[in-house]
Every structure is written in C-alpha cells, then in structure tokens.
C-alpha cells in the first residue's frame, strides 16, 4: 500500500463470524469497518432488481457488471455501507434470493476486481478492519496482521439459524443447514485460502468476545497502539 493506514485482514468460510468480529475489532480499535462481502451482495441485488432471482434474465458478467454502476460505497458511523443508488440497502442484502445467486456473482473476475479496487480505497484513507474473501492473500498481502477464522461447519450452521430465526434451532434445521453450508465451502473454496503468514483461530469453542479479545490482542502487538480499555458489549450472533 502507498501509504501505512492499519489494515487487519480478516478471512474465513462462510458463517465463521468474520463480519460480527471484525465489527466489534473495528470499533475497539476505533477503525473503520469493511465487509467486502456486502459489495458482492450488493452488486447481486443491484442485478436481481426488486423481483425474483433471474427476474431480469442476464446474469453474465458484463450485466452484472453493469449493474456495479449503481453501487458506492461510503463511510458511516465507522463503517463502510454499499448503497445502491444512493440509498442503503441493508435488508436486501441479506434477503433468500441475494444470498442464493451472489456465490456465482463472488466468481466472475472483473466484478472481484471491481470489489477489491473499492476495498483498496476505503482503505487508503482510514486505518481498517476488512472481512472477507482473498482479504489476506489478494487484496492486502502487506496487511499488518492477518487472521483466519474457522469452525466447525455444524456450528457454523446453528449460529447461522439462531441468527436468522431468532431462536435455538433443532436438529434436523441444523443438518440441513449444515449441508448448505459445505456446498458453499465447496463453490467459494478458491476464494478461501489461508494466507501463509495469517493466524489461524478457531471459533468453534470460543465466545464472541474471546474471539474480539484475542484480535485486538494480536492488533496491539503488530501496531503497538497505546492500550484500549473499554468493554465489548454484549455477545452478538456471529455471521
């Protein structure tokens, strides 16, 4: 990078609670937020419109690029949000049919390069704490510190569903859940690689505040910050 913003790379499969943590670093460390997860899915909503996947018909990669054109991203409140056109989106994002078709959106290069070159410029000006795919290895190799949190899958697919439903799911949600979850292991697998130098951690067994305790941790010793005391507050759900 061209100038020495912090940047702390998070990475993981899906449902290992890189956004949740990263979001919590970011605000004990007072830096900004990036979930570059939420471009992609904001370029797939920005391509299914307000109807049905495959409403709109085209889901080459030059439509969908097309569709990037409405999308910004912008700093707010310690993070950076996609908009799409100028309004925020979040509820969209996380909608079924956003979720179903934005594997294949994350897998056509030019819109990859489209997210890391937004990523990139978030960073340039801010010191940040950046979720995602490719985070450690492709978008910032010189990263201050990498991490790379994993899970369990079955785990990963309960805190999924206590997420999304609100409630202790049962067996049966969590098998199927989990099922789901190794598919997309499998399609995301070339986007999910450890970087050589990135610390591995594994949240299966840790609390939410263990897992922000032990980034923040390794966060100060790389930058050698003046020490922060202030709390985690509360335990949320890990994505």
């Given at each position: 990078m061209s100038e020495r913003h912090v940047v702390i790379a998070i990475d993981g499969p899906a449902a290992s609670g890189k956004s949740s943590t990263a979001q919590w670093v970011a605000r004990r460390l007072a830096y900004f937020h990036v979930d570059s997860g939420s471009l992609y899915?904001?370029?797939t909503a920005a391509q299914l419109g307000d109807g049905l996947e495959d409403a709109r018909g085209d889901w080459t990669e030059s439509a969908v690029m097309e569709a990037t054109k409405r999308v910004s991203f912008a700093a707010s409140a310690g993070e950076f949000v996609p908009l799409i056109d100028g309004r925020p989106c979040d509820a969209r994002l996380r909608s079924p049919d956003v979720t179903k078709a934005v594997s294949r959106v994350a897998q056509m290069p030019r819109v990859r390069e489209w997210v890391n070159s937004q990523v990139r410029r978030a960073a340039r000006s801010h010191d940040v704490v950046v979720d995602g795919r490719d985070i450690g290895t492709v978008v910032f190799p010189d990263a201050?510190?990498?991490?790379?949190?994993v899970a369990d899958p079955w785990e990963r697919a309960r805190r999924r569903l206590v997420q999304r439903l609100g409630r202790h799911p049962n067996d049966q949600e969590i098998a199927e859940e989990t099922d789901l979850i190794v598919h997309r292991d499998a399609k995301d697998a070339t986007q999910t690689v450890q970087s050589g130098d990135a610390v591995l951690i594994d949240t299966t067994f840790l609390t939410q505040e263990d897992q922000v305790e032990r980034i923040v941790a390794l966060a100060r010793a790389v930058t050698q910050r003046p020490s922060d005391t202030s709390a985690v507050?509360?335990?949320?759900?890990n994505t």
């Open positions: 899915r904001a370029a201050q510190l990498k991490v790379f949190l507050d509360g335990d949320p759900a």
